[in-house]
């Protein structure tokens, strides 16, 4: 079928060599790079978020940017200044991080309001505009972002028009007992990942991209996602449902897990199975129901619906 061989390839070396216990959150992640999207990834310190953006990059063989947001991080930071040369008489443009493949936004929402919202252009439109000049992003771009459970001292929510430019959010989680036990032994990883060989390239996830957006979606299963958007809007507990980019992008995704797992066709699974990482973090909810887990709601809702045989 569809040739997936180097997306597998890469999500094989990365789960067997370098980051065990892993997998589910690798292949959210891969679905986003051959969706077009961006991932962002909430949980505690210390579980594993920046060398997963590290290790992704590397194994892919994209160039990588960083930026470790605080209070203080202007946009410049992010996208890059004019600097006036004297000897030339003109101003040279100097690129910041996000003109890279992957661009890891860490701890986003340690920033100002006005900093994310400087990501805006660059997530939606793959270009950004300084000083009046637009430039364009590489090819493939994606911003895989890390954030902080809300509730730690000297965070920001991210606003609702920024979280709906993400097409996954989900979670990393702690690793199995056993598997801890085996980190704590052998210590970080690094060093491993700082000299991580590519099995991939950027031309390839372009074509595997492609590939994956010419995956079959029948009518029942885009009747099946209509049926969840239209479920978000008229429930009671969410004020703002699900927009007509979220369902979207729970197609785009569909078909990148069909693709991934060998399929040139949409299966209800695959819908079913990316409700929740794709539209949970979307939903605005009513004052009264702000402490719901959203993840559950969608998974409840989705089990609501009759499943098409196709």
């Known amino acids: 079928m569809n040739n997936n061989n180097s997306i597998t390839a890469i999500l094989d070396t990365l789960s067997r060599d370098y980051l065990q216990g892993k997998d589910e959150v690798l292949r959210l992640a891969a679905i986003a790079l051959l ?53 030339e008489g003109h101003f040279n443009f100097i690129p910041g991080p996000i003109f890279n493949n992957i661009v890891l936004l860490d701890e986003i929402n340690r920033a100002m309001p006005r900093t994310q919202s400087a990501m805006l252009e660059a997530m939606e439109e793959r270009r950004v505009t300084i000083e009046g000049v637009t430039h364009q992003l590489p090819d493939p771009f994606m911003v895989f972002a890390t954030q902080n459970p809300s509730d730690q001292s000297g965070t920001f929510l991210l ?76 429930h009671q507990m969410i004020r703002t449902g699900l927009s007509t980019r979220g369902a979207i992008n729970l197609a785009q995704a569909s078909r990148s897990a069909a693709f991934l797992a060998g399929r040139d066709f949409v299966a209800p699974e695959d819908v079913r199975g990316l409700a929740g990482p794709v539209c949970a973090h979307r939903l605005i909810m009513q004052a009264a129901y702000e402490t719901v887990d959203r993840g559950e709601l969608v998974r409840k809702l989705t089990a609501e619906i009759p499943l098409p045989l196709a």
């Open 35 to 87: 969706s077009g999207g961006h991932i962002l990834i909430e949980d505690l310190p210390g579980l594993g978020k920046t060398p997963l953006a590290l290790a992704l990059a590397g194994c892919t063989g994209l160039s990588f940017g960083r930026v470790q947001c605080t209070s203080d991080l202007l946009p410049s930071d992010i996208t890059g200044l004019s600097i006036f040369n004297r000897e």
């Open 159 to 234: 606003p609702e028009s920024q979280l709906d430019r993400f097409l996954i959010c989900t979670g990393i989680g702690y690793p199995p007992e056993e598997l801890e036990k085996q980190i704590i032994t052998g210590g970080g990883i690094r060093e491993q990942i700082s000299s991580i060989r590519a099995v991939g390239s950027a031309a390839e996830l372009i074509t595997a991209r492609k590939l994956a957006g010419e995956v079959f979606l029948s009518a029942k299963l885009t009747d099946f996602i209509y049926a969840l958007v239209t479920a978000t809007r008229n």
